[in-house]
């Protein structure tokens, strides 16, 4: 699982929780390029963006995945509102977040079962 967070204490919880539920972690990277270099190159099976990273938005990462067919989750403050309008199917979670929120929607992600907009109901 790759994570993109700039946050030191959030990317520590997106860690834990990651691995108390299995996961092995993919980073986190704190700068975009450095992200986007990794997900060209190393394998993993789902991501978790901070939207803002370091001040800039991790869009690219985004659409590099969603072209490789990988699902991602998105953070952000903003909520629904740091998605942009032309890609309103991107899911996104809101900070703060509880770790066993993350699983869930991490798990619905993996699953394939939910669609963005199931993953409100989720939570």
Known sequence: ?????????????????LTD????????YDRVPDALEAVRTLPF???VLDVNVAGIKV????ETLSQRGIPFLL???????AVPPE???WPVCSKPFRPEQLIAL???LLDGAASPKDLNKIV
Do not use: F, H, K, Q
């Open 45 to 47: 099976d789902i991501a």
């Open 87 to 89: 890609r309103p199917s």
């Open 75 to 81: 953070l952000s403050g903003y909520g629904a509102g």
């Open 59 to 62: 869009y690219p990462v985004a």
């Open 21 to 28: 539920a299995g996961g092995t972690v993919v980073g986190p």
């Open 106 to 108: 991490l798990a619905a």
């Open 1 to 17: 699982m790759l994570v993109v967070e700039d946050e030191m204490l959030v990317s520590l919880l997106i860690e834990d929780a």
